[in-house]
């Protein structure tokens, strides 16, 4: 929760240091999921109009997000 103090001449924000809602490997995997699920959309759709520059793209952004996935995986195994 932020609290601000308005004074004369400057104005002070401070903040609680509090846990965050969500954990930094929970929102990468998340982020991930979106992704692959994106590319797959972007894909598919190239693969039907036969329209290969999407199609390839598609294929990129799914992987990356399998990638990004794998990252978040990390990050939860080793605890950080």
Aim: charged share 25%.
């Amino acid at each position: 929760m932020k609290k601000t103090i308005k004074t004369k001449t400057t104005v002070k924000t401070t903040s609680s240091k509090s846990a965050p809602l969500v954990k930094t490997s929970t929102k990468v995997i998340a982020k991930g999921v979106a992704r692959q699920a994106a590319g797959a959309a972007k894909e598919t759709v190239g693969a039907a109009t036969r329209n290969r520059t999407l199609q390839v793209k598609g294929m990129a952004q799914r992987t990356a997000g399998k990638a990004q996935v794998a990252v978040g995986r990390a990050v939860r195994a080793a605890g950080k």
